[in-house]
């Protein structure tokens, strides 16, 4: 156990569907991710926020859209996915100090299959 | 920009000795860490260096020479539990975590 949360744990959605991720850390951090795992591919970051405001986007295309409503929850709505954003869907937090990292603690991902 | 290199796949055999390599180019370096991934699990932290030198946690110790943007993990006695993926991440000063393509790790009896 992480103390990182992630829900649900598998998803399979059409190229139509609406549906949303949902992370909840219980670790007191300042600092939440959303970062995507392909087969054979290093970790690409998506979206990070510190202290509930968005620092970062990294070029993701607008089907998905982050939601932060407090610095414990963190989610990420889908909609009109295409088949090659399936993926391992992985949220993590950290606590940041001084503008320097911690160490991120990860949830167990979403697998989520586009068809 | 920073770049993060591992070998894609080892293989070893139960009680052996193995040692996954990172090679990365940063500026502002900040520490480099790695962690451990079993299938369909979670990233779980193993080590964390900043300074040049080896750090030891038991059966797992992890070196660094940041003048040769180099580190290795070390992970001694193999069980047949070790068998995951191996990441390797640099943070730089202000930035995010950078990640490599990650270490898969079989083990064999």
């Known amino acids: 156990e992480t103390g990182v949360t992630q829900t649900p744990r598998h998803l399979v959605m059409g190229m139509t569907n609406k549906k949303s991720l949902k992370c909840e850390q219980h670790?007191?951090?300042?600092?939440m991710y959303w970062y995507k795992q392909s087969a054979k591919k290093p970790l690409e970051l998506m979206f990070v926020y510190n202290f509930k405001e968005q620092t970062e986007n990294n070029s993701v295309p607008s089907r998905f859209s982050p939601e932060c409503p407090n610095s414990s929850h963190l989610f990420l709505h889908l909609h009109t996915l295409q088949p090659e954003d399936s993926a391992l869907y992985l949220c993590?937090?950290?606590?940041?100090?001084?503008?320097?990292?911690?160490?991120?603690?990860f949830g167990s991902g979403t697998q989520l299959s586009v068809l | 920009g920073q770049n993060i290199d591992q070998p894609t796949e080892m293989t070893a055999t139960e009680g052996a000795i193995v040692q996954i390599n990172c090679t990365y180019q940063t500026s502002g370096f900040n520490g480099l860490f790695w962690y451990q991934q079993h299938a369909g699990e979670a990233p779980t932290f193993l080590s964390y260096n900043v300074l040049d030198g080896l750090e030891e946690k038991g059966r797992f110790s992890s070196f660094l020479s940041r003048s040769k943007g180099y580190s290795y993990l070390l992970l001694k006695e193999l069980q047949m539990k070790d068998s995951a993926s191996y990441l390797c991440?640099?943070?730089?000063?202000?930035?995010?975590?950078?990640f490599g393509p990650g270490t898969r790790l079989s083990v064999l009896p």
């Open positions: 991440a640099v943070i730089s000063y202000g930035q995010n975590f950078v």
């Open positions: 993590a937090s950290s606590q940041v100090a001084r503008g320097d990292n911690e160490k991120l603690f």
């Open positions: 670790l007191g951090h300042n600092a």
